[in-house]
């Protein structure tokens, strides 16, 4: 490809250098002496020049014009044959036509340049003129022929990219990829898989299996053995029974924590009274450390007031003993402890302090407030409307 290049663009050079020497005046190559007074005229040298000129777009249109054969031509044959040959004959065909066209105008220059008046067509003579208008003509000519071609084959081109892009939109990727994953069989090759078995003009035919289905089944069996090997040989993970208990616990843990956090969450609204052994013992133990040293470790009262009997102060339910601990009575005496204790603890305390009620102490000091009764449940409520109508709920407040 290279040679041919190369060859083609030497020709071209080759033809542009003969161009000019043909088109130079033709008066120094006819018989006789030259004839100074015609070729020096300046309507001679404007014509020549557009001809020079138009030789030159002649070349290079001649060129892309080629180009753009060798690239048609290429999408229809397997290889490029001459190149190199068939740019020569065109360019040599093209030397031909303008050295013929020269050629007959320098004939008739000499005979015509001494006849002729000198300023028949400005300094020129009729011969002569027609002569180099003709030589423009003709090489116009080359050049509409030219483009003309050249037209007619980007025409084609555009036609042949059009049909490329049909040939790609026209492509169904689906049918395609449905086709290479169920491997199916097309019309023309059933004849191949036929097995002669016909049933109410049903064929049987030999079709193998979808791939899809295969693989499908190859990994079952894969995934069945390493199940096997795992769960009943190297027992590296355990069984449906086993899970189950491992779940159970996990929620056993969950639901402690959700306790913890949940209890921590308690206010004096949300408290309740909590009777359980764990939090006795952890209210009578925050109890005896900080509350006895007024109330003594029996509840008895010291500083403060007797714990154990049913008068009280600021009431005696369970909400009203956690208000009094969360923020205290400073006014009389009474700290408050939201900051020293969790609502938890608080609320431990205050199921300890509900849980003193009726101990009587030995030493239990003398009553103070109001008689604090509990204010009964609506069952309790029913109940006891039922036998006393009269039967007073409200709740007296020490």
Not at 125 to 146: K, Q, R
Not at 166 to 181: I, T
Not at 322 to 344: A, C, I, N, Q, R
Request: aromatic share 10%.
């Amino acid at each position: 490809m290279k040679l041919a290049s190369s060859t083609k663009t030497k020709g071209l050079q080759i033809a542009v250098i003969l161009l000019l020497i043909t088109n130079l005046p033709m008066a120094a190559f006819a018989a006789g002496p030259p004839v100074p007074s015609e070729m020096s005229n300046t309507l001679a040298q404007m014509l020549m020049a557009i001809i020079v000129a138009l030789l030159l777009v002649i070349v290079l249109l001649a060129n892309v014009v080629m180009g753009a054969a060798d690239i048609y031509t290429q999408r229809f044959k397997e290889s490029k044959k001459n190149t190199s040959v068939a740019d020569g004959v065109k360019i040599f065909s093209f030397l031909v036509l303008c050295l013929v066209s020269n050629l007959a105008m320098a004939a008739e220059t000499p005979a015509i340049a001494v006849a002729a008046a000198p300023d028949d067509f400005g300094g020129l003579s009729a011969t002569s003129f027609y002569t180099l208008v003709t030589v423009i003509g003709v090489e116009l000519v080359v050049i509409l022929a030219l483009l003309y071609n050249l037209k007619n084959l980007l025409a084609k081109e555009a036609i042949i990219s059009q049909q490329e892009v049909k040939e790609v939109k026209s492509f169904d990727f689906g049918k395609w990829w449905w086709e290479k994953f169920n491997s199916l069989k097309p019309v023309s090759e059933e004849a191949n898989i036929d097995l002669g078995h016909d049933y109410d003009g049903i064929r049987e035919l030999d079709n193998r299996l979808p791939p899809w289905w295969l693989y499908g089944f190859y990994l079952c069996i894969l995934v069945a053995a390493i199940y096997l090997y795992r769960y009943h040989v190297a027992y590296s993970a355990p069984l449906s029974k086993e899970e189950l208990t491992i779940s159970l616990n996990e929620a056993e843990i969950a639901k402690a924590e959700f306790l913890k956090t949940s209890a921590n969450k308690v206010d004096e609204t949300t408290v309740t009274y909590l009777t359980d052994a764990t939090s006795m013992e952890a209210g009578k133990k925050i109890f005896v450390a900080v509350c006895a040293a007024c109330h003594l470790t029996d509840g008895g009262g010291s500083v403060g007031p007797n714990l154990t009997d049913k008068y009280w102060i600021h009431g005696g339910g369970i909400k009203d003993i956690f208000k009094t601990l969360k923020y205290g009575w400073p006014e009389k005496g009474m700290k408050s402890w939201k900051d020293d204790y969790s609502p938890v603890q608080l609320a431990q305390i205050a199921g300890y302090v509900k849980s003193l009620e009726g101990t009587k102490p030995a030493k239990g000091k003398e009553p103070q407030g109001e008689l604090y009764q509990e204010v009964p449940t609506v069952a309790a409520t029913d109940t006891l409307k039922a036998t006393d109508p009269v039967a007073k709920t409200d709740t007296l407040k020490k």
